[in-house]
């Protein structure tokens, strides 16, 4: 039947996601194909000796289609729970490696962050103290009372040390 091939397909899905399930997947397959086969041999009854027969194998006790259908709703019950634990066991571990992850993308951000200040602070000291001495030195000048035969210290060897050096010159 449809809806039987559907199940089956369903829990033939499940079996290639799930392969830790394989013992419940087979006590499911197994029960499917034995309630498919009571269906079979109950509506051959209907047909070849009448509804009394085949009401009779429906309510027979464990070999029944009611038993088997209770059996394997049970058994798809249980399938469907364990299925539900997995789910949400992985999904705890979803969340959590999202959380290592938001964690780790932080830190690196942080400490990025930190290089920046600390390599803006050591280009600060190196250019800054230079460049000021420098633009004192060319204020007195301007103004006319400088000495120029002062000499500016200069103890880099970059660009502001031989801005400065040519100064001295």
Same mark, same amino acid.
């Given at each position: ?9 369903? &829990? ?25 086969? +009571? ?22 006790? +464990? &070999? ?46 942080? +400490?990025?962050? &930190?290089?920046?200040? &600390? ?51």
């Amino acid at each position: 039947s449809p809806t039987g091939a559907g199940v089956c397909r369903y &829990v033939d899905a499940v079996a290639g996601n799930e392969p830790a399930m394989k013992a419940e997947i087979d006590v499911a397959r197994q029960t499917l194909s034995q309630l498919y086969a +009571t269906g079979r041999k109950m509506a051959d009854l209907y047909m070849q000796k009448g509804r009394e027969a085949g009401n009779e194998l429906m309510k027979a006790k +464990t &070999v029944g289609f009611d038993d088997q259908m209770a059996l394997v709703e049970a058994n798809l019950q249980r399938l469907v729970e364990k299925l539900d634990v997995l789910r949400e066991n992985e999904n705890r571990q979803l969340v959590q490696k999202k959380n290592q992850a938001a964690w780790i993308i932080i830190s690196l951000g942080l +400490t990025i962050l &930190v290089f920046m200040c &600390v390599g803006s602070l050591v280009l600060y000291r190196k250019i800054i103290p230079p460049l000021s001495d420098l633009h004192s030195s060319l204020r007195n000048i301007n103004s006319g009372e400088a000495d120029l035969t002062q000499r500016i210290p200069n103890q880099s060897r970059d660009e502001v040390g031989g801005i400065i050096d040519q100064f001295n010159a």
